[in-house]
Structures are given as C-alpha cells and as structure tokens.
C-alpha cells in the first residue's frame, strides 16, 4: 500500500497540468474573486456644473473630490454637454449647482443641488447617489452647526428660518433601476462565449481525438476552408440566439433598444465572429477536448464574468486588473450593446470599441490560419 501511494504521488507531481490545476487555480481564484468582487465604489469619474462658482459650491466640491470615492473628469460649462460625456462612458454622475448657490444657501435659506447619474449600471448608480448625498448632508450638517444663527437659534423669542439643501436625483436610461438591464448585456456576452468560443474549440479538439482532422488537413481543402466549414454552423446558430435572447428581453421584461437594430446586430454578429477565432486558436493548442473546455472556462468564462464589468465595477479594482480587463473582449463588447440599447448612441460613439475587436478578430484569425498551415507542413 505504501508503495502503491508514493507511485500516485509522483505521477502527480510528474504532471505539470495537474498540478497547475490542483495548486495554480485556486490560488488565482482567492485573488480574482478577492480583489474583483466588491461593490464599494472608488476613483468613480463624475462632471461637475457648478453654475454659481462661488466659495460655498467651491467648499462642497472639494469635500467630495477629497473623498476616495471620486474623481473629478470634467467640469462642464452647460447642460448641452451632460449628455455627450454619458453617452461615451466618461462620467458616471454629473453634479450640478444652481444659480447664486452661496447667496440662496445663507440668505435665502434654500439651496439646490442636481444629481444625475448614469443608471445603466443600475448598482453603481445607487451607490454614487449615496455616497454623494451623504457627503452633501455631511457638510451641510457642518455648516449649520457653525453657523452663529443656529448657535443662537432663538433670537428675540422667535425661531430663525432653518437652511433647506434640497438635493434632486435624476436616473439616466434606467429611471426605474431595473437589474435586467444590467444583466441581459452581460448574459449576451457570457452565452456567445460559451456557444462560439468552448464549442467550437471542443469540435476542432474532438476532430483531433478521433483522428479525422489529419484526413482534414491532408484534403484539397485550404485552411481557410476548413476554418470557415467549421465555425459557419455556428455562426448561424449563435445569431439566432441573439434573436431569440433580445425579443425575450424586449418582451418579456421591458427592456428597450434606444438605438438602431441594425447596428446591435452588426456588432452582435462582428462579436461571434471574435469569439468563433478565439474558439479556433484555442483549439489549435489543445489536443483533447478536456484540455480545450479547460482553457475555455479558466481563460474565457470566469475572466468574462469577473473582468468585464459585467457585474463588478471595473474602476473599483486594483490597477493590474483593470489592465487585464482591456484584453478581455467581453468588456468592448458589454459596452458596445449597453450603448446602444440603453443610451441609443451610433457608431460615433461605440468605434474605438468597436475597432478594437475587429483588432481581435484579426489577431486570432491569423494566429488561427498560421497554426494550421504549420500543421500541414
């Protein structure tokens, strides 16, 4: 029995693969999930409209870009520009000051402050509010309590006016915060990865078990035939899930499409045609199937839901992830459909984005075709 267990043992150890499983993947885990998965909000990038600018307005806004909460992007001259910096993603919230903010707040006794936020993402649009509120209600607790007519709030037998600071929010593209909203962009994502990416790269990878992709290689077929042969199918298929996942969202649970139909499904189509190379390049490099849903699951479908922004802030995470959440083609597209679904942009808007997968696209298709052409050499 000892001898049989010290065998097991070095053929563990002897196994790279193995041990890169029982040691490596959970160790990466423990730190995606740890430092990925938060909901707090820092370094959030807001716009501030301060239409007054006087020293009081000037006092609030530093007391909230002190914070670790936010970060100051942008200050805007009207309310004409509010609405360019949500739809590109570069704000999260914009605050703004009324007219003679100083003036009303200590003489007239009734200040306001306009909080608008980018509720696309239903969960840090209530965290922002929050945060912002409670550093406004702060300050203005602050102020009362140092001020000389609250101090002596009886003065000749009658009671001073208190300071009203009314603070108004506004829920942009998603007034009722519904989470479906959030989660039908993120699922499109997750489900074309999972459809075009693993199956395919299981189809090649079970071509290669059975033996028939050597017959496939040695046939007048091109490599670029045959890569094409084999992610058509899927091509279709993963379109009419598109279809299908779109009329039950809009049907089903109210979820509208702001922008223009045939732009979603341009770049729907444009995003299964990336993740069908990335299926392919994946299989390239496994030889069974087991190795290729492997990579397909550790490399594509914890990364997706973890790093895109699907569900956990991508600003919230330490500054290497959000590096790493660049190369996650997921992201790009998580943008591209919430843009044009719930904010109703055009392609003005959504073409870096959409550059860079067309950029992925490309890289895998050539890594693709290169590493069948070695094969048949």
């Known amino acids: 029995m000892k001898g049989f267990l010290i065998k097991e043992f070095r053929h563990i150890f002897r196994d790279f693969r193995l041990m890169l499983i029982l040691f490596g993947m959970p160790v990466v885990q423990v730190l995606l999930f740890g430092f990925a998965i938060t909901n707090d909000i820092k370094n959030a990038p807001i716009a ?6 006087d020293y009081l307005t000037q006092k609030i806004t530093d007391k909230i ?11 805007l001259n009207t309310n004409n520009e509010i609405g360019d910096y949500f739809k590109d993603g570069s ?27 980018d509720a696309s993402e239903p969960n840090t649009a209530r965290l922002l509010i929050v945060y912002t509120n409670s550093i406004i209600n702060d300050f203005q607790q602050k102020q009362l309590s140092s001020s000389l007519e609250i101090n002596n709030f009886v003065s000749s037998g009658k009671l001073l006016k208190p300071v009203i600071l009314t603070t108004e929010f506004k829920m942009l593209y998603n007034p009722e915060l519904k989470s479906v909203f959030m989660f ?3 699922i499109i994502a997750i489900l074309l990865m999972l459809i075009c990416a693993m199956m395919t790269s299981m189809s090649i990878a079970k071509e290669k078990e059975l033996g028939t992709m050597e017959i496939l290689l040695v046939s007048p077929l091109k490599p670029v035939q045959i890569i094409a042969g084999k992610v058509l199918p899927y091509v279709l298929l993963s379109f009419i899930n598109i279809i299908t ?21 341009s770049e729907s189509i444009l995003f299964i045609i990336m993740s069908l190379s990335l299926g392919i390049f994946i299989s390239t490099v496994s030889n069974t199937q087991q190795t290729a849903m492997f990579i397909s699951f550790i490399g594509l479908l ?11 802030p991508i600003e919230n995470m330490p500054l290497i992830l959000q ?7 997921s992201k790009w597209f998580i943008i591209i459909i919430k843009s044009i679904m719930l904010k109703g942009v055009g392609i003005n808007y959504i073409w870096k984005e959409t550059l860079i997968i067309i950029f992925m696209t490309a ?5 693709s075709v290169k590493k069948f052409k070695i094969r048949l050499e």
């Open 363 to 367: 890289f895998f298709i050539v890594l």
């Open 323 to 329: 590096y790493l959440s660049n190369i996650m083609p």
């Open 245 to 265: 996942i779109l009329l039950i969202s809009y049907f089903v649970f109210k979820m509208p499409v702001q922008g223009s139909v045939f732009l979603l499904l």
């Open 48 to 53: 501030i409209l301060d239409n007054s600018k």
């Open 184 to 186: 039908v962009p993120g």
């Open 302 to 312: 914890l990364p997706t839901i973890l790093l895109s922004g699907f569900v956990f």
């Open 65 to 75: 870009l002190s914070s670790d909460y936010f970060i100051l992007k942008k200050n």
């Open 91 to 117: 704000v999260k919230e914009v605050i703004i000051f009324g007219n003679n903010f100083a003036e009303n707040f200590l003489k007239n006794k009734n200040a306001n402050i306009q909080i608008i936020t």
